[in-house]
């Protein structure tokens, strides 16, 4: 079948279509993408404004109508932390979904780590044991752990790499003083979280699932995107603290003369750095490895999972939410639903 996955993150919204069956790693057919840094079109109330509404749903239509011409016969669409936690959020789904049809499901942090994770998971395999998993996002940073697909803890903090940039580091390159302020800003934010994972265990695997880390992992000597999704990459904590420092004290133009670092998150890449480094430091561990399946793929694998069992799947506690349960858009969606007209 082919699966359509809408993807509306904090710095880029994305349709990626899949070609996929039970049984099988899904194969992408093709994708649609626009940057668009939700946080960015926050007010001083925590609104997303007007402008940023419609570059939304103009947005919507044109993945709907993407994944209805390549034929989808199946459409998974949600959102995470920018809309989750914008004010008027749920006026915002309203809007979407009268101007186009096309209903976002909102996910809550835990559950998206927790889909992450799963990813994760089913990329490692078994043989892997325990599994760290961190996500950088551009409104949130996820965290989970377990010896399962699904996690036993899993949690997110709004330690986004857009939002801290936003909200910390006006300036250009950054003073020393505000690098100062959010590293103690991320240490005080990451500590309690982090001890929510005491008594756990210990991972055998940390891994990091995001742009973010594979833009860092690429700087600090990683093989490029050319070589594949099966490609060992690693990210060192040493090199990640020497990388850090001299970002700090590079332009954003600077910035895009390094591998692997995209004008779109060129701004932003000190940000993650730090949140990176602070969580290898208070999680103890000296490395992470750069997995290439994340949110989407947990997403898309647990929908297949859908076709194989009679009933839904039994989720762990944090993991309840029906959209996670049971599909979300019946295969006839996209064939018989047409969508608004754009504004």
């Not at 940073?141 to 330690?159: C, I, R, W």
Request: charged share 20%.
């Amino acid at each position: 079948m082919r699966l359509g996955v809408l993807d509306i993150g904090s710095n880029t919204v994305h349709l990626l279509l899949v070609d996929a069956h039970p049984g099988a790693r899904p194969v992408p057919f093709a994708s649609h993408k626009r940057p668009l840094s939700l946080v960015q079109y926050l007010d001083a109330d925590g609104n997303i404004s007007d402008a940023g509404q419609h570059e939304l749903t103009d947005f919507v239509l044109e993945a709907w109508e993407f994944a209805a011409k390549h034929k989808a016969e199946d459409l998974l669409a949600f959102c995470t932390s920018a809309i989750r936690e914008a004010t008027n959020g749920p006026e915002v789904l309203a809007r979407v979904k009268h101007e186009t049809t096309v209903t976002l499901e909102e996910l809550t942090g835990s559950e998206e780590a927790s889909m992450t994770f799963f990813a994760v998971r089913r990329w490692y395999g078994w043989g892997a044991g325990p599994i760290l998993n961190l996500d950088i996002g551009g409104g949130s940073f996820e965290m989970a752990f377990g010896q399962d697909e699904l996690p036993e803890m899993a949690t997110s903090v709004p330690l986004g790499a857009s939002r801290l940039t936003r909200d910390w580091l006006a300036e250009d390159p950054p003073s020393a003083k505000s690098v100062k302020e959010l590293r103690r800003y991320i240490r005080a934010t990451l500590k309690p979280a982090v001890r929510q994972f005491d008594g756990l265990g210990r991972a055998n695997l940390v891994a990091g699932t995001s742009k973010t880390f594979r833009s860092l992992a690429r700087i600090a000597g990683a093989a490029p995107s050319i070589a594949g999704p099966y490609a060992k990459r690693e990210l060192n904590g040493t090199d990640l603290g020497v990388w850090a420092q001299r970002i700090s004290a590079m332009k954003t133009e600077d910035r895009l003369h390094l591998p692997g670092v995209s004008e779109a998150r060129a701004n932003q890449l000190l940000a993650g750095a730090l949140v990176a480094e602070a969580s290898l430091e208070l999680f103890k561990f000296k490395k992470i490895r750069i997995c290439p399946w994340a949110l989407r793929e947990g997403l898309i694998l647990r929908r297949l999972d859908q076709l194989v069992f009679a009933g839904p799947l039994d989720p762990a506690p944090h993991v309840s939410a029906p959209h996670l349960a049971a599909p979300h858009l019946a295969a006839p969606y996209l064939a018989e639903t047409q969508p608004a007209a754009a504004p």
